[in-house]
């Protein structure tokens, strides 16, 4: 888990706040992932970003908007979110974003709780 | 409807006695992955088999890949109660940029 962190790891937020969640990869890999994880859902893919550029959005509302400054960072920033948002958002990393045979390195995930 | 889908939803099971999850996917593949988390946790990669490979060893685990089937299982040997955790299954088509994961299946070693 060292390979890939995340802060803050438990955040707790109004609908009117904004805040964001950070991603830190230290594997040298190119391409970095926001997921959703919500309770009885499978694993929902937000955002990929490659070599700081987005390669894929999944319909996802603006309220999410991501931020890849360098390849080693991504962000998540939050704004007006809805109660039905609250899940574990989780980030990864890979070599590559578009290697077949790339696996994903996971961070352990900020736990959010929107009220 | 999603492309991996695990079965068993919840398996339980004693210590040392033997796990087998199955994944169901519907699109021709380029590889499959099969990844494990603790509750809470971030997701970590388990073992990797390509569509052309029909079985994988590592360790305790046996995974084996049915293309005409389309279809993955995941079995551990000798379970432990440290191996309780949720598994998933993940696929990566020909073209895609990305992996789509499935529900997963929850397992519980008993001690």
């Known amino acids: 888990e060292t390979g890939v962190t995340q802060t803050p790891r438990h955040l707790v937020m109004g609908m009117t706040n904004k805040k964001s969640l950070k991603c830190e990869q230290h594997?040298?890999?190119?391409?970095m992932y926001w997921y959703k994880q919500s309770a009885k859902k499978p694993l929902e893919l937000m955002f990929v970003?490659?070599?700081?550029?987005?390669?894929e959005n999944n319909s996802v509302p603006s309220r999410f908007s991501p931020e890849c400054p360098n390849s080693s960072h991504l962000f998540l920033h939050l704004h007006t979110l809805q109660p039905e948002d609250s899940a574990l958002y989780l980030c990864?990393?890979?070599?590559?974003?578009?290697?077949?045979?790339?696996?994903?390195?996971f961070g352990p995930g900020t736990r959010l709780t929107v009220l | 409807s999603q492309q991996g889908e695990e079965d068993p939803q919840a398996l339980s099971i004693q210590e040392g006695e033997n796990a087998t999850m199955n994944c169901s996917y519907k699109t021709s593949i380029n590889n499959l992955q099969w990844y494990r988390q603790n509750s809470g946790r971030g997701l970590v990669h388990l073992i990797l088999?390509?569509?052309?490979?029909r079985e994988k060893h590592s360790g305790r685990l046996r995974v084996t890949l049915d293309t005409s089937k389309k279809s993955s299982s995941l079995l551990i040997t000798a379970s432990r109660a440290a191996d309780t955790a949720s598994y998933f299954c993940?696929?990566?088509?020909?073209?895609?940029?990305?992996?789509?994961f499935g529900g997963g299946t929850r397992l519980m070693v008993k001690p």
């Open positions: 088999i390509r569509s052309n490979e």
């Open positions: 594997l040298g890999h190119n391409a």
């Open positions: 993940a696929t990566r088509t020909h073209a895609g940029n990305m992996l789509t």
């Open positions: 990864a990393s890979s070599q590559g974003a578009g290697g077949r045979t790339d696996t994903q390195y």
């Open positions: 970003y490659s070599l700081e550029e987005r390669v």
